[in-house]
């Protein structure tokens, strides 16, 4: 009966084969591909049904309009929606003083000439609040890949360049671990771009104002590996 002994491996390599461990980072800045705003349309009634009307109309006029600006537009969807009453102490009871309303939309776009056009005609309308806009990259974005790729390769620089200080040469590559990569300046804090739209029921439509001007704002991401090589054995 034969017993088979296995070496252990040692993190740190051996003599013939040294190790090498290095890490390997890449940054990259680049404009962003979508930009998002957030809309918040309000109505108010002395009783629910007149504010849900006034809501429904309004939170359908926006939508119209968002949906003018076709391929622009690469997301809209509708979020939180409430309508709930506002009491008011009465004698001895409360009662419902009003009703309050309010839909929330998010919208993201290509298109940055029209973000600053649809930011300045939706906060022209009645009741309506405008957040934003907030950058970012698609998640399937291939910088993302770009900066994997030069991150390995700065890897690759570093481990040679301690190979070659000692007077040697990489081997081969042991392990590779990714850290993971992540874009440091998407801005999701919903800063307000335009207020409450002047308008109300009832009253003259204002002379449209003029469109937004809007910088995008630049997106960096970074990225992280690990590795490991194995070096021929230098002569020290």
């Known amino acids: 009966m034969t017993t088979e002994t296995h070496t252990p491996a040692t993190p740190y390599g051996t003599p013939e084969a040294p190790r090498v461990a290095v890490r390997g ?3 990259l800045e680049v404009d962003p591909e979508i930009a998002g705003i957030a809309i918040t349309i309000s109505a108010r009634g002395t009783d629910r049904r ?13 939508l119209d309009l968002v949906k003018t600006y076709g391929e622009a537009v690469e997301k809209l969807e509708t979020g939180a929606f409430s309508i709930n009453p506002e009491l008011t102490r009465r004698g001895r009871g409360e009662h419902i003083r009003a009703y309050h309303g309010r839909v929330r939309l998010t919208v993201e776009l290509t298109d940055f000439t029209a973000l600053g056009e649809l930011t300045t005609r939706l906060s022209d309308l009645e009741l309506t609040r405008v957040d934003g806009p907030w950058w970012a990259l698609r998640p399937t974005s291939p910088v993302y890949a770009q900066a994997r790729t030069a991150a390995v390769r700065e890897a690759v620089v570093r481990a040679r360049e301690y190979a070659e200080a000692l007077g040697t040469h990489l081997v081969a590559l042991l392990e590779l671990a990714d850290d993971g990569s992540e874009n440091t300046s998407m801005d999701t804090s919903y800063p307000v771009a335009a207020g409450y739209g002047g308008m109300m029921r009832g009253a003259a439509a204002p002379e449209a104002a003029p469109a937004l001007d809007l910088e995008p704002q630049r997106q960096t991401v970074h990225a992280h590996v690990n590795a490991r090589f194995t070096m021929a054995p230098p002569q020290l």
């Not at 504010?51 to 359908?60: K, S």
């Open 50 to 62: 007149t504010a849900l009307e006034d809501l429904t109309r309004r939170n359908a006029t926006a």
């Open 25 to 27: 980072e890449a940054r």
